[in-house]
């Protein structure tokens, strides 16, 4: 059974960074997709990055080039999430959420749209002073 877990949230500064966790476990195969997504109080969800585990893909949503980092560590089975110069509109639950590539085809726009077959509980990250 696939259970992704996130971690890494907490108070951070505005100006300052945060590295998320995604350690993922219950994955048969490398040919899954893996991405970030968050939602803020009164918002919709917002999709952000994701990478494809098979061969290390990257896809950022346009907002966030720039501004974050997908890495993955498959020995691990852990994705990461680097943001960079955080504001207090950063302040959001953020979700790790992962799918199976099926023939190795990926949709990367689709996944960061519509999410995932498996998600995590979520870290809260707080920007504030």
């Known amino acids: 059974q696939v259970q992704l877990v996130e971690s890494g949230g907490g108070l951070v500064q505005p100006g300052g960074s945060l590295r998320l966790s995604c350690a993922a476990s219950?994955?048969?195969?490398?040919?899954?997709?893996i991405g970030w997504f968050r939602q803020a109080p009164g918002k919709e969800r917002e999709g952000l990055a994701c990478?494809?585990?098979?061969?290390?893909?990257?896809y950022y949503a346009e907002p966030m080039k720039g501004r974050c980092t997908i890495s993955r560590d498959n020995a691990k089975h852990t994705v990461y999430l680097q943001l960079n110069s955080v504001n207090p509109a950063d302040t959001a639950e953020y979700f790790c959420?992962?799918?199976?590539?099926?023939?190795?085809?990926?949709?990367?726009?689709?996944?960061?749209?519509?999410?995932?077959?498996?998600w995590g509980e979520g870290t809260l990250v707080t920007v504030s002073s």
């Open positions: 219950g994955f048969t195969s490398d040919d899954y997709v």
């Open positions: 990478i494809n585990l098979n061969d290390g893909r990257i």
């Open positions: 959420a992962a799918d199976p590539l099926y023939g190795g085809d990926w949709a990367p726009t689709e996944f960061l749209s519509y999410g995932g077959d498996y």
